[in-house]
């Protein structure tokens, strides 16, 4: 574990390693650097992203030969940084690693304990859930009542936005890979209803059976023919947001949109939007969502893998619809 702290501490001289019960990192003067364990760590499909140099992409991708990057939970082990205390829990860009040494504390965010769970700040209190909640209030407009419906619902993004058009008073249909899942936003996630996509023949015609008189938002995870149908059924003066398009991350799996014309047709807003656009709400998000947790308006489904090592299988698991709720990875609980 330390070695990897030794090859990236920028002056060996100013550095300090104590090994025994407790780990004690010192780096250069002047550096407001941060030691932590990961506690857990967000798997999301952008991260498949960055598996690769393409010139389309928004985030820059992976170094070769460092720890992957991603969202995590972590424990303070100690700090150059007067703003962090050992002790102290925090979330933010981490590494896929037990420790994790971390130069740019400017973007952390420290959790108070308080009765929600952890692994739920990368996730329900994370950047999902501000992905559905920037999304929702401000991409897709919405109006008391509006028909809405949500692909890859039960996801991380999918399950959240749901249930914040069910607290407007919308009606909401989700579809998702499996009849688990399904039943998931049925049962537990309160969707109005909800289809398995894979059993469906004619995504047309399943859509025109959900929404008789048409959609007037769609919130759009996926891509590919599901996005083709619902353009054939969104009402006039529709809105879709374009979250992602999960379908499209690999490099074969591409299929051509043909219905676009519906957008001038019915006068459409189609808009893609990045969660980082709106940070600025993300205050208001953490309080206005752990509200709705705690006083129940909200659930919230995690799929939890433990381990360190079962990180990749749960990140592929992503594309393969394996994940039922949002994936993390559990690689200590303290
Ligand atoms: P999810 O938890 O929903 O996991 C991905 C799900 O996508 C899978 O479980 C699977 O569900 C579905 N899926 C996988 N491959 C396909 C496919 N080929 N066709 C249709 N569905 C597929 O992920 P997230 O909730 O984290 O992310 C949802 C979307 O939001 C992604 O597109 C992601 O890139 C995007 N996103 C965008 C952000 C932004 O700022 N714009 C920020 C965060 C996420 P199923 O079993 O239902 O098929």
């Given amino acids: ?67 992957i990057e991603g969202f995590g939970v972590s424990k303070v082990i100690d700090s150059d940084d007067p703003d962090f205390e050992p002790g102290d829990i925090v979330s933010g860009l981490t590494g896929w690693e037990e420790y994790s040494l971390i130069e740019d504390t400017k973007k952390l965010r420290k959790i108070q304990h308080d009765d929600i769970p952890l692994s739920y700040h990368i996730g329900l209190l994370g950047m999902p859930g501000f992905t559905a909640y920037a999304g929702f209030y401000e ?33 909401v249909v989700g579809s998702a890979g499996t009849q688990e899942k399904v039943d998931l936003l049925k049962t537990k996630l309160g969707f109005d209803d909800a289809f398995n996509y894979k059993e469906e023949q004619d995504l047309d015609s399943t859509l025109k059976r ?24 969104m009402r006039t003066h529709g809105r879709i947001a374009v979250c992602g398009m999960v379908s499209q991350h690999s490099y074969h799996d591409k299929d051509g ?40 308006k909200i659930v919230y489904v995690e799929d939890m893998n433990e ?25 200590s609980r303290d």
């Fill in 210 to 233: 959900y929404f008789p008189e048409g959609i007037d938002i769609y919130f759009e995870n996926v891509g590919g023919p599901m996005l083709d149908a619902v353009l054939l059924n």
């Fill in 1 to 67: 574990i330390l070695k990897g702290y030794i090859d990236r501490a920028p002056l060996e001289s100013d550095m300090e390693l104590k090994l025994g019960n407790k780990i004690k990192l010192k780096v250069s003067k002047g550096s407001s650097s941060i030691l932590v364990k990961n506690l857990y760590l967000s798997c999301d499909p952008y991260m498949r992203a960055r598996m690769r140099d393409f010139h389309g992409s928004y985030i820059p991708p992976f170094v070769p030969g460092k720890p």
């Fill in 139 to 171: 991409v897709c407009a919405p109006k008391e009542g509006d028909r809405v419906f949500v692909s890859a619902a039960s996801g991380a993004v999918g399950q959240i936005v749901g249930q914040l058009a069910k607290l407007y008073d919308c009606y």
């Fill in 257 to 296: 949109i043909h219905n676009l014309f519906a957008l001038i047709r019915n006068r459409i807003r189609m808009q893609g939007f990045l969660q980082s656009d709106y940070l600025h709400l993300f205050p208001e998000f953490v309080e206005k969502v752990g509200d709705y947790y705690k006083q129940g």
């Fill in 307 to 331: 381990g360190l090592e079962s990180a990749p299988a749960a990140l592929a698991g992503l594309f393969t619809g394996k994940n039922v709720g949002k994936q993390v990875v559990c690689v």
